[in-house]
């Protein structure tokens, strides 16, 4: 009788590391995405013989009054001949952009001579006092068909 218990008991054992195998692999491919689950990244490249600060700003209606700096929204410093990558807004739970897409026209990002903004930008004022504003030099409004067509990347060449 012993040996029937120890050989049931080996029987369980193998038939559990193997259950316990299957579903750690499972769960290994649940947790994976596939490339075809949309990008991850917009990649802003500075090709201007300057360097630049970008703000990246969507939401679901953005007018031509919205083109101008906003104070509270992070800015991001590019040097020349340097890139930056954008993730979307909720990357960290696997969201792409074409996700973000759904909800939004288009993403803008502002241009801003990286010199003139950091003259400018009093990081001692809080947003409800500010009453200056920084110059654009440039602005990109950006719908999903475009960046698709920009294969995911804005070159920026100061012109």
Not at 5 to 11: F, L, R
Not at 24 to 32: D, E, H, K, Q
Not at 64 to 73: E, K, N, Q, R, Y
Request: aromatic fraction near 14%.
């Amino acid at each position: 009788i012993m040996n029937i218990t120890i050989d049931n008991n080996i029987i369980f054992m193998k038939q559990f590391n193997i259950l316990f195998l299957a579903i750690t692999i499972l769960l290994l491919f649940y947790g994976c995405k596939s490339d075809d689950d949309g990008h991850q990244f917009i990649t802003i490249v500075n090709k201007s013989d300057a360097k630049i600060t970008v703000q990246k700003i969507h939401s679901s209606k953005i007018s031509p009054a919205d083109t101008l700096w906003v104070c509270g929204i992070p800015d991001f410093p590019i040097e020349v001949d340097s890139i930056r990558m954008f993730e979307p807004g909720n990357a960290v739970r696997g969201y792409s952009w074409e996700d973000n897409f759904k909800h939004i026209p288009f993403i803008q990002f502002l241009i801003f001579d990286a010199e003139v903004y950091d003259s400018i930008k009093d990081f001692s004022i809080p947003c409800s006092q500010t009453n200056y504003t920084i110059p654009v030099m440039y602005y990109y409004q950006l719908k999903l068909e475009d960046l698709e067509r920009m294969n995911w990347e804005v070159i920026y060449d100061g012109n």
